[in-house]
């Protein structure tokens, strides 16, 4: 089976600060990606950052990195410096060999 | 380049109607994927296409059918609208390689009353 779970339907943070979305997730696959997927009032997905299951060193793109603990399944997303642009809905998401599932979403509040 | 292109963008149907979702891509990828978004429910995975001719149920299979009728086209079909179907319908598509990300349609907002 596959799961993905984000136990954090809200967040908020204020601009120029730090703030880190959690992920959890669960796969029978031996090799994985995980992904983390931004949807701002638009509807557009936007991709975020990706993590091979493979690589012990954690991604970063620009002020997203994550912090990927496989023995944990856990994988988290950190933005630094948040900007009022960061503003979305935030999906963490797992692909197998064939399935792509995602989680249920957290919402990112930026506060001016 | 459309990309991923889903038809059509809104739809209200009556209870019992039927109808079905098209969605086309030009980016010759394998995978094909079609989800509902729902408030607190995050995209959750209906059916899936590995490959043309292929197709797989998701999390959430009942009330809908689908066909894979090409390597570009992957239709969604409610038979008997409910409305607990009432959502926001993405299709997706993907390459072969894991790493690759997914690319979504603009997605279709349906209304069953």
């Known amino acids: 089976a596959q799961t993905v779970t984000q136990s954090q339907p809200e967040m908020s943070v204020q601009e120029a600060e730090t703030v880190t979305l959690s992920c959890t997730y669960d796969t029978s696959e031996s090799d994985y990606y995980l992904f983390w997927y931004k949807q701002p009032p638009s509807r557009q997905m936007i991709l975020v950052i990706r993590q091979e299951a493979y690589k012990q060193q954690n991604a970063t793109e620009n002020r997203f990195s994550v912090n990927f603990q496989k023995a944990a399944k856990s994988f988290s997303l950190k933005i630094s410096d948040s900007q009022l642009g960061d503003a979305a809905m935030y999906f963490c998401?797992?692909?197998?060999?064939?399935?792509?599932?995602f989680g249920t979403g957290t919402r990112l509040k930026v506060l001016a | 380049n459309a990309g991923v292109t889903q038809t059509p963008k809104f739809q209200v149907l009556k209870t019992g109607q039927s109808m079905t979702l098209q969605c086309a891509q030009d980016m010759n990828h394998n995978s094909m994927y079609w989800y509902r978004q729902d408030p607190g429910m995050g995209l959750r995975l209906i059916y899936y296409s590995a490959s043309e001719g292929t197709t797989d149920k998701g999390e959430v299979p009942n009330g809908y059918n689908v066909s894979r009728l090409n390597k570009r086209e992957f239709s969604l079909r409610l038979e008997s609208a409910a409305p607990s179907q009432t959502s926001v319908y993405f299709c997706a598509i993907k390459g072969a390689r894991l790493n690759t990300e997914a690319f979504f349609g603009q997605g279709t907002r349906l209304t069953v009353v």
């Open positions: 998401a797992s692909s197998g060999t064939y399935k792509y599932i």
